[in-house]
């Protein structure tokens, strides 16, 4: 069982984390320079820990030369396995949308160069689709075909332009609320092949523990109830969710080098 996407440096203690609820790997998420560093970290210290290392769109105000060099010269780390979370957010106003578009674009770009998967972020406000339509616009532009679609909030416009550029979507604990008809939708669209789970973890908890503080183990809960959606048994869908985790971050290669 592998989560795709974490903050596992967001938690008291990361290492105990590790193996709940049958956890063997997971993505650690750098979202800004000190969380990239601490991904990096952990991903060092722990064999069933990858790193990924960007600049979340809340935070592209704080963009510049110097992180960019920072956040390039960390993904050249052996265990870095992707670029971002990266996108565009508008239901908070932490940063202008010009600033957000100027970041991912720089994202974009790096991933290519580093034949990297970008982790794409994307928020509107209630009643809004902003965010959706401008990333995807963005990222049909770019033309760049590696790629993640996280946290997946169910925007028919975004999805099928991550589809037809080759990307994978993934799907969080929101996915089990009540009312997320739209993800549920998407999910039941999205090819086999190229759909993920993750918890975002310590965010979004899904149901039984929505509410509490979410971790890595708790994407297991997500896996059982997509898998029932989707009229799966359980561990035919685990052994496919684990497949396309290893295959859009290449994880094999990672290991590989690793062990020579």
């Not at 105990?16 to 990096?40: F, P, Q, Y």
């Not at 509410?211 to 989707?230: E, I, Q």
């Not at 290991?255 to 020579?260: F, I, L, N, S």
């Amino acid at each position: 069982m592998i989560d795709t996407h974490c903050h596992l440096d967001y938690l008291d203690d990361p290492d105990s984390a590790r193996g709940e609820l049958g956890l063997t790997a997971m993505v650690c998420i750098g979202a800004d320079v000190e969380h990239a560093r601490n991904a990096v970290a952990l991903a060092e210290r722990f064999g069933d820990v990858y790193a990924t290392v960007g600049l979340h769109p809340t935070e592209a105000g704080s963009d510049s030369a110097d992180l960019r060099a920072e956040i390039e010269r960390l993904s050249l780390h052996p265990r870095v396995v992707g670029i971002g979370e990266s996108g565009v957010d508008y239901y908070w106003d932490a940063a202008t949308p010009r600033a957000q578009r100027e970041a991912l674009a720089w994202q974009l770009d790096l991933s290519r160069r580093r034949d990297l998967p970008i982790v794409i972020h994307t928020r509107d406000k209630a009643g809004q689709d902003g965010a959706a339509r401008d990333c995807a616009a963005q990222l049909t532009e770019a033309g760049w075909g590696r790629g993640i679609l996280h946290c997946f909030s169910g925007h028919a416009g975004l999805l099928r332009a991550g589809l037809d550029l080759g990307f994978h979507v993934s799907f969080a604990g929101n996915v089990t609320y009540r009312n997320a008809h739209e993800i549920r939708e998407a999910a039941r669209f999205v090819p086999r092949d190229r759909i993920l789970v993750e918890t975002d973890a310590p965010f979004l908890a899904p149901v039984p523990n929505r509410g509490k503080p979410n971790r890595p183990g708790y994407v297991r809960h997500t896996l059982r109830f997509l898998a029932d959606l989707l009229g799966m048994p359980e561990e035919e869908f685990e052994a496919v969710t684990d497949a396309n985790a290893r295959a859009v971050y290449r994880l094999g290669e990672v290991d590989a080098r690793g062990a020579v």
